[in-house]
């Protein structure tokens, strides 16, 4: 396993992830939709391969979206926000898993009673 000291992010990332953070999340989850549906327009004017181009930024958005979110809640470096490793801190038993408050009342209806 990683030891803190063994890894950190560069100067580079450290600095595109801060200015990232501060784009909406749900920024990205419109780009995707604006590129399915300018795909769509292409597609129905006969543009057939600028389309599937176009189309096909869809999932790259997303993607970014998903990486955009987890440098928002987990920040762009775990081991140097908070001095640990957040893989050492698993919990041992069901009894101790700790839910996060945003999304207790997401996974509230899926644990066992």
């Known amino acids: 396993m990683i030891s803190p000291t063994q890894h950190s992010e560069g100067p580079l990332a450290r600095a595109i992830e801060e200015q990232t953070a501060k784009l909406p999340s749900d920024t990205f989850l419109w780009l995707a939709g604006a590129s399915i549906v300018t795909s769509l327009t292409m597609k129905l004017l006969?543009?057939?391969?600028?389309?599937?181009?176009?189309?096909?930024?869809a999932p790259t958005f997303l993607i970014l979206g998903v990486y955009n979110k987890?440098?928002?809640?987990?920040?762009?470096?775990?081991?140097?926000?908070q001095g640990v490793n957040p893989w050492d801190q698993r919990p041992t038993t069901s009894q101790e898993k700790q839910v996060p408050e945003e999304?207790?009342?997401?996974?509230?209806?899926?644990?066992a009673q």
């Open 46 to 57: 006969g543009h057939k391969h600028q389309a599937l181009f176009v189309g096909q930024w």
């Open 70 to 81: 987890l440098v928002k809640q987990l920040g762009s470096d775990r081991t140097d926000n």
């Open 103 to 111: 999304s207790a009342a997401i996974v509230a209806p899926y644990q």
